[in-house]
């Protein structure tokens, strides 16, 4: 059987949130790895895949974007932007007791997160690093006998019936996660449920070695004609020091003049230049 | 006692082997994590840290990025570029059977590193990711009784009293990682023992928000000087998507006029910049 879509697991993680906003009526699978999902658009197993980007917190996803650099077959069509809203949640059993539990599971990040509620309420327990948000909440309704608690989001709680016991407790409010969605063909994926914030298309340019100027050079080709860049971000292209691959978001969609007109320019300066995608983008209002 | 110089441990690491190279006449004390390393150098307990910056295949060590931003009172004051060479080791007891040991042991990056050697040659073997190459040499030391051996440098061979049985059996050759000397103020840290190979200029600029081209324009202010950019890099600020620190390496060192002029102008046009450092670089020859 082929599932509609992959992504991110386990169930209750903060990427499944960004699946239930996207495609909210289908069956989706989840892997293990954001390899494996992107594996499971390219060999057809899955339609689409969602894979987290870039955290508020954390920067850029750096394994997400070298396999897209890499699988440069794959393109982006659509974009979620997830709040990131942490919730303590403990097992039914342990509801009145939650301030005496002795063992707090969670993503490093998670715990990171909340290091406020954790020094200051929770001074007694042990912190616990776990794989994932949705993983510690499972840990957690699996044992019922132990005094633990995990830090997830609210559908991990409802996915594996725990109670929320303190709810936001994030340090940071705007905290949030962008998630892309990746398909075989770069036919741009509409989500009628959400209100459309906008567009953008993401292009991967490689500078020519023998040319000093040429990303200020390349900044021109697009600033002269007013495309404004929300984003340039670097990663390395693992054959030498000093050797980028340089991420430009656009704000705007592909059109026929002048992103095609540009990219021609800057290849004819000898740069390579790939489109990742050209994709509306969508923000996901929490309504817990 | 006072260390003239701390570094990102265990004994046996990469980050040793900078040490060696750039102080190879000091003591050195070890710290466990890089924000340890920083706060070693910023409470005076060291007058000098040297922490990773930047590798071939993995990019910018955020960690490092993030608190040299944060610590914006520390200087860079010499940077050292090391050739990563791993190597097989096992206890001299399991020296004739070395090709049947059950599980190697190393830093995950080292293990990704290693992938040709390790699918080829050891494919019976258990791989098991661990702190760093140091400290899984250090347990291979310690574990005579077991049939395991690790991957890490002739450094941590030699201070471990392994036997190095494969050399060199990382996938790519130019592997290298950048460190980085910290220090309080900023005096340049010239060292003798090596050939100098250049200086640079680290600068972190915050764009104005309500400035599109603001980016391009601060490029420009290098451009028309001939000021050659050799990185440009961005981390998120944390305060919410879409707010970046950009990094800058500037190919040459602090003048009295045109870097200074530059600065003026792009604080000008309503940029924050900070200088995190103007100095010398060295690439060390691996002797082994």
Redesign the interface.
């Known amino acids: 059987m082929s599932f509609a879509v992959g992504y991110l697991g386990p169930k209750g993680t903060f990427t499944k949130k960004a699946v239930d906003t996207l495609f909210p009526n289908n069956q989706a699978m989840s892997y293990q790895t954001i390899p494996a999902c992107i594996d499971a658009v390219k060999f057809g197993h899955v339609k689409y895949s969602v894979v987290p980007l ?6 850029t996803v ?1 394994l997400t974007i070298d396999y897209l650099i890499k699988e440069k077959t794959l393109k982006i069509v659509s974009e979620v ?1 997830v709040p990131v809203r942490q919730h303590f949640m403990v097992h039914p059993k342990w509801k009145a007791d939650w301030q005496s539990v002795q063992t707090i599971y969670s993503h490093p990040h998670a715990l990171a997160q909340c290091h406020h509620f954790l020094s200051q309420t929770m001074r007694q327990a042990t912190l616990e690093p776990y794989a994932s948000t949705g993983a510690a909440a499972q840990y957690v309704r699996d044992h019922p006998e132990l005094s633990i608690g995990a830090i997830a989001n609210d559908l991990a709680a409802k996915e594996y019936q725990l109670d929320i016991v303190k709810a936001d407790i994030h340090d ?1 409010d ?1 905290n ?1 996660t ?1 998630f892309v969605v990746l398909h075989k063909n770069d036919t741009a994926l509409r989500v009628n449920q959400l209100p459309l914030k906008g567009f953008k298309t993401m292009i991967m340019v490689v500078l020519p070695t023998d040319h ?2 040429a ?2 050079q390349v ?2 080709a ?2 002269w004609r007013r495309i ?9 292209m ?5 050797h ?1 691959y340089f991420l430009i978001d656009l704000d705007q969609k592909m059109d026929d003049i002048l992103i095609p007109n540009t990219i021609a320019e800057i290849e004819a300066i000898g740069c390579n230049v790939e489109v990742l995608g050209s994709y509306p983008y969508y923000l996901s209002a929490d309504k817990s």
Do not use: C, D, M, W
């Not at 870039?54 to 920067?59: A, P, S, V, Y």
């Not at 404004?228 to 390395?236: D, V």
């Not at 693992?238 to 000093?242: A, S, V």
């Open positions: 870039e955290n508020t917190l954390e920067g750096n932007v940071l705007n949030q962008r000093a100027g990303l200020h900044l021109s697009f600033a404004n860049l929300t984003k340039i971000e670097s990663r390395p693992k054959i030498g020091l000093g980028y």
